[in-house]
């Protein structure tokens, strides 16, 4: 019996209006020191899959810009440190504005063992390496793995819709990434990046060896005159 799984070659923004939103359901860890990043990272290298993403702080002056303030590293392993098996995994978000790029990080970055996931990632890598030089280890971007499936579309949000048919709000994408003390909401949408990846990487994947025959479907162009906010 073979497998069926109906998908979209370019999903239309305007169905996102009424999927449910998701969001990451582990537990969040923000790094502020390098003795933390340290104790992260020892745990991040005993994992095989890892979700990856960055944040930077929006400038809103021409001619201004701002370094790479946050990384997100996500894995669905069982949080460190827990007194009960907890659900969803664990992100850590490493505040770079803080701590920079310690020696435990590049590490993780050169790792050539261990499969990082992210989306647009030449633009992610090269942000990281106007911090400090590295050699990038192993990385797979998911708009590869996407057109492999024959999607044409390449942002997370839609992604995610397409295969999961959940909705990922992107409110907080503009916030300020170097303020004092990230909001609730700020955790949250970072770590929800970084976890989608690896949720859309293991599902997307999967299809590909189970042998799902991808019905793609043309979705109408037409949009409305304008997207509401997601």
């Known amino acids: 019996m073979v497998n069926e799984k109906t998908i979209v070659d370019k999903y239309d923004k305007s169905n996102m209006q009424d999927l449910p939103r998701v969001l990451f359901p582990g537990r969040i860890e923000v790094i502020v020191n390098e003795r933390d990043a340290i104790w992260a990272v020892k ?9 990856f993403d960055t944040e930077t702080r929006p400038s809103f002056s021409k001619g201004k810009m701002y370094k790479v303030a946050l990384l997100q590293v996500c894995c669905l392993a069982p949080a460190p440190k827990s007194s009960a098996k907890e659900e969803g995994g664990i992100c850590f978000l490493f ?5 920079d790029l310690p020696d435990c990080l590049i590490k993780l ?30 990385f797979i971007d998911l708009q590869d793995t996407a057109k492999q499936m024959g999607i044409a579309d390449g942002s997370l949000q839609k992604l995610y819709a397409n295969i999961f048919g959940q909705r990922i709000s992107k409110g907080q994408q503009l916030s300020n990434w170097e303020a004092d003390d990230l909001s609730e909401a700020q955790k949250l949408y970072a770590a929800t990046d970084a976890w989608a990846c690896v949720m859309l ?10 042998g799902y025959q991808l019905e793609i479907r043309k979705e109408n162009p037409a949009k409305a005159p304008s997207d509401p906010p997601l």
């Open 201 to 210: 990487y293991k599902e997307m994947t999967r299809m590909q060896k189970e």
């Open 43 to 51: 745990f991040l290298m005993k994992q095989t899959l890892l979700g």
């Open 109 to 138: 970055l050169e790792d050539t063992t261990i499969t990082k996931v992210g989306l647009s990632l030449r633009d992610d890598l090269r942000a990281l390496e106007q911090r400090k030089s590295f050699k990038s280890g192993t």
């Open 95 to 99: 505040r770079l504005n803080r701590i």
